[in-house]
């Protein structure tokens, strides 16, 4: 399962594409507010995050998810413009296990599923 945190609707698309190509599902919050709740229902081992999105305080739902110890085995992969160094550094501070440049993070993407993959199977958590 893979929690996208993304309010931009286009890039969408392109996390939407590569969850099915590894036959994840995937779940969209466009709210800060709905993060958590999002966390509790879906229990993704995978959560992406926008950090260029300032009304999505991508560094607070990162602080939020990883001070839950329920959600300490997800993985947590932030992206955002790689002239903001001070955004992917604050990422990394507040537990982002992959801070990354927009454009490194879509040629990973493909990579990052199957890591999300692997770790979905070795918890035996259903695939929904």
């Given at each position: 399962?893979?929690?996208?945190?993304?309010?931009?609707?286009l890039f969408s698309?392109?996390?939407?594409a590569?969850?099915?190509?590894?036959?994840?599902?995937?779940?969209?919050?466009?709210?800060?507010?709905?993060v958590m709740a999002a966390m509790r229902e879906h229990r993704p081992s995978l959560v992406i995050i926008?950090?260029?999105?300032?009304?999505?305080?991508?560094?607070?739902?990162?602080g939020?998810?990883?001070?839950?110890?329920?959600?300490?085995?997800?993985?947590?992969?932030?992206?955002g413009s790689h002239v903001?160094?001070?955004?992917?550094?604050?990422?990394r501070a507040a537990g982002c296990d992959r801070p990354m440049a927009r454009s490194a993070f879509v040629m990973a993407l493909p990579d990052l599923m199957k890591t999300s993959?692997?770790?979905?199977s070795s918890k035996g958590t259903p695939q929904v």
């Amino acid at each position: 399962m893979v929690l996208a945190v993304v309010d931009d609707l286009l890039f969408s698309s392109k996390l939407r594409a590569a969850a099915s190509a590894a036959t994840h599902p995937i779940v969209f919050v466009r709210k800060r507010a709905e993060v958590m709740a999002a966390m509790r229902e879906h229990r993704p081992s995978l959560v992406i995050i926008d950090l260029d999105r300032d009304a999505l305080d991508p560094v607070g739902a990162i602080g939020e998810i990883r001070a839950a110890s329920e959600f300490a085995a997800a993985k947590i992969v932030g992206f955002g413009s790689h002239v903001n160094t001070e955004r992917l550094q604050a990422a990394r501070a507040a537990g982002c296990d992959r801070p990354m440049a927009r454009s490194a993070f879509v040629m990973a993407l493909p990579d990052l599923m199957k890591t999300s993959d692997a770790q979905d199977s070795s918890k035996g958590t259903p695939q929904v």
